[in-house]
């Protein structure tokens, strides 16, 4: 499942990415609210944790976030029920826009479950572990009881706080009893991905393209991580020959890797029509309306004023090129 996400929207007004984008009715989105936003930024509108915010302070540019928590996500889910999509359509609808992914969150709920996440943490401390990933980090919470001591909850975190790729291993069971006093479910692990900037736009091409959370969820874990166990030859030392931890190798049994390498993304005619279409027009036939009123022609103003730059002149000579036009209205 999604369980962050985070959208930079640029060149559109709050009221497009409400009604457009999120497609969440104008009359149950708070406009001015306050509430909790995130650093250099303030909250603009919101429905609970569906949040859009501007930025303020030293963080200047011209556009929003959309900022959806874990909860944001399970709210806006009930909005995507009511019009009939999914996570995919909406993302799919985003990327037509000028967007970035600061951030976007996937998250595997493991029930069975497959993996013991103390074991985990041991095969970490005894550098079985097959990761790109240099930094490794774990946490336990426990308490002491009478003369025990009462377990409340291991995780795991592979990957820097602060770089582009981090996974979490933790035992959500613990987690839930913890906070919210629910019946205590030792049999509930919780695995996120947490991507960001370049791997955060990576993922969301995945998405779209594969339309399963889980499939790609899980072929990026097999890629990144590989738990190991150690060969019955003692001769062989290498790493990269030892045999995968039985349990991980169940876990991710029939899943193809997914790489997170960036695929190229040319700017297509389409996609800048899209823009144009949804982004510019508007604001171009007030200029029109304006320019008959004074009877000035704005929209040449502009134009006369434009220069293409490399990209869009290689864009224009090769749609004409492979149109078979001649550049001047006209066929070849």
Not at 15 to 30: A, H, K, S, V
Not at 46 to 63: A, C, H, M, W
Not at 107 to 127: M, Q, T, V
Not at 204 to 233: H, S, T, W
Request: proline content about 3%; aromatic content about 10%.
């Amino acid at each position: 499942m999604i369980d962050w996400c985070q959208i930079t929207v640029k060149g559109v007004d709050v009221f497009t990415i409400i009604e457009d984008i999120l497609r969440i009715p104008l009359n149950l989105m708070e406009l001015h609210c306050k509430g909790k936003a995130i650093a250099g930024h303030e909250l603009v509108a919101g429905f609970d944790n569906i949040r859009i915010l501007k930025p303020t302070g030293n963080i200047q540019y011209e556009g929003f976030q959309i900022l959806m928590s874990g909860s944001g996500c399970r709210n806006y889910e009930n909005f995507l029920k009511i019009n009939k999509e999914t996570w995919f359509d909406f993302l799919e609808r985003a990327c037509g826009y000028n967007v970035n992914f600061p951030r976007i969150d996937i998250a595997i709920d493991d029930r069975k479950p497959y993996l013991y996440i103390p074991e985990l943490i041991c095969l970490k401390n005894e550098g079985l572990i097959s990761s790109q990933m240099r930094d490794f980090k774990e946490h336990r919470s426990d308490r002491l009881k009478e003369d025990e001591i009462e377990a409340k909850g291991k995780s795991l975190y592979i990957g820097s706080e602060s770089s582009d790729f981090r996974v979490v291993f933790y035992e959500k069971g613990y987690e839930q009893h913890e906070k919210f006093g629910k019946e205590l479910d030792v049999n509930w692990n919780r695995y996120e991905l947490r991507f960001r900037q370049k791997k955060a736009v990576r993922a969301v091409q995945e998405l779209i393209e594969c339309r399963d959370v889980a499939q790609v969820a899980m072929g990026i874990l097999k890629d990144k991580v590989r738990f190991l166990q150690k060969p019955a030859d003692g001769r062989i030392t290498r790493k990269r020959l030892y045999p995968t931890y039985q349990p991980w190798a169940d876990f991710l049994a029939d899943v193809e890797k997914i790489k997170l390498t960036m695929k190229p993304e040319k700017k297509t005619l389409d996609k800048i029509w899209n823009w144009l279409t949804t982004a510019v027009a508007p604001s171009l036939k007030l200029f029109s309306e304006i320019g008959k009123a004074e009877d000035k022609d704005y929209l040449q103003m502009l134009l006369e004023s434009a220069e293409m730059n490399e990209t869009q002149q290689r864009l224009y000579e090769d749609y004409v090129k492979s149109h078979g036009l001649n550049g001047k209205g006209g066929e070849v």
